[in-house]
């Protein structure tokens, strides 16, 4: 049976940090669209923190405001296109 994937971590000020892959479970996308979103620049990588096991980890916001540039640019290739 797999592991469940755990969603997130929580540090001293309350705030949740993801890897690549809780990233991906919590916003439900794949895991190469999260790369795809570090690729884009919609996360910094400059900006990410590393874990424990060396991981590159972003804080939800990271992740929320990579989700809505992401969402911002498929919009305006849908109505560039029609």
């Known amino acids: 049976m797999p592991r ?9 000020n309350g705030d ?3 890897t690549i892959r809780e990233a991906a479970a919590f ?3 794949g895991i190469q669209t999260i790369y795809s979103w ?7 990588r400059a ?3 590393v874990d424990e096991h060396g991981r590159r980890i972003y804080s939800q916001q990271q992740i929320a405001a990579a989700e809505h540039r992401a ?4 919009a ?7």
Do not use: K
């Open 27 to 29: 916003t439900r996308r």
């Open 71 to 74: 969402r911002q640019n498929t």
């Open 16 to 18: 949740l940090w993801f």
């Open 47 to 49: 900006t990410a923190t």
């Open 4 to 12: 469940p994937i755990e969603v997130g971590r929580e540090d001293a």
């Open 38 to 44: 570090e690729r884009r620049g919609h996360l910094d």
């Open 76 to 82: 305006v290739v849908r109505r560039i296109a029609s």
